[in-house]
Structures are given as C-alpha cells and as structure tokens.
C-alpha cells in the first residue's frame, strides 16, 4: 500500500471503539507471544514437527483475526459505501477475498 496523502485510498480509516481496539490487541499480543514462542523453539532446537504445529496454529490465529475484522469490515465500512452509491467497494472486496485466500 502506498501513502501519498493525496488519494482517497490513503486518506481512509475506519473508527474503532475502545473496546474493538481492545480485543484486535489483545488478540494481537496473544499472536506475537506465538512468534516469541516459535523463536524460542528454534533457539532451544525444538523438533521441526513440534514447530511446524506451532506455525500451524499461528497461521490460524492470523485468519481467525482476518475474518473478524473482514466481517466487521463488511457490516460497516462496506455497507455504509453501498448506502452512498459508491459500488466501487464491491470491488474492493472481491480484491480483499482474493489476496486473503492466496
């Protein structure tokens, strides 16, 4: 992604409460202690298999976490651009679909 202030692309955000701030960072503090913990296991020459499954459940995290700020990216960011015409998001989020599935 690019940030040249002059774009519309990078001029977008989306308001978080407190509280959805909250629980992406909780979420994402439980995913870096996971990393921590793979880290380790290659300092502590753990078996491949062992960190593999480690890996593994990260990766699950991650999704896990992707889809919950998908869904919450639809039912706000999505629909409110449908409301105000701008169909273009559809787009977009045929874009988003794709590059979470590669």
């Known amino acids: 992604m690019h940030n040249c202030n002059n774009c519309e692309e990078c001029t977008k ?6 509280e ?12 870096e202690g996971q990393v921590n913990g793979v880290k380790q296991m290659v300092l502590d020459d753990r078996y491949c298999a062992d960190i593999l499954i480690q890996i593994s ?3 699950k995290s991650l999704k896990s976490l992707g889809n919950e ?9 999505v629909v409110e651009d449908i409301k105000n ?3 273009e998001v559809i787009d977009e989020v045929v874009s988003l679909f794709e590059k979470m599935n590669r």
């Open 13 to 18: 955000s989306k308001h978080r409460t407190e």
């Open 57 to 59: 459940a990260i990766n």
């Open 69 to 77: 700020i998908m869904k919450s990216h639809l039912s706000t960011c």
């Open 85 to 87: 015409d701008k169909l």
């Open 20 to 31: 959805e701030k909250k629980k992406i960072n909780k979420r994402l503090n439980i995913i």
